[in-house]
Nanobody, 126 residues
């Protein structure tokens, strides 16, 4: 059974870099046809797709976040990490890690994902 666990700093100061790690257990992050995504939910708002890393390593980002976003993978630790630079209070949200087939790309619908983490709260504040 594949399980996802998100981890992050909790509180980040504006202009700093936020790094969020998704640790996958019960399966490999390099499994073919599994796309790993980050989705966030700001307070009082709906789910927002942030970005996806494909099995090939190709990455996709929300257009408005692309200049500040990047992914990294650690296959030894079975982890996928999202880096978000120059954060502002508007980046405050619960961040979710999710995994699914290619059809999940860009999706904010939980049903499109085979795997979904518990989420981790990130607050950007000085």
């Amino acid at each position: 059974q594949v399980q996802l666990q998100e981890s992050g700093p909790g509180l980040v100061q504006p202009s700093q870099t936020l790094s969020l790690t998704c640790t996958v257990s019960g399966g490999s992050i390099t499994t073919s046809n599994t796309y790993w995504s980050w989705i966030r939910q700001p307070p009082g708002k709906g789910l927002e797709w942030v970005g996806t890393i494909a099995p090939s390593g190709f990455t996709y980002y929300k257009t408005s976040l692309e200049s500040r976003s990047s992914f990294s993978r650690d296959t030894a630790k079975n982890q996928v990490t999202l880096h978000l630079n120059s954060v502002t209070p508007e980046d405050t949200a619960v961040y979710y890690c999710a995994g699914g087939a290619s059809q999940s790309l860009y999706s904010t619908y939980r049903g499109d994902y085979a795997y979904w983490g518990q989420g981790t709260q990130v607050t950007v504040s000085s």
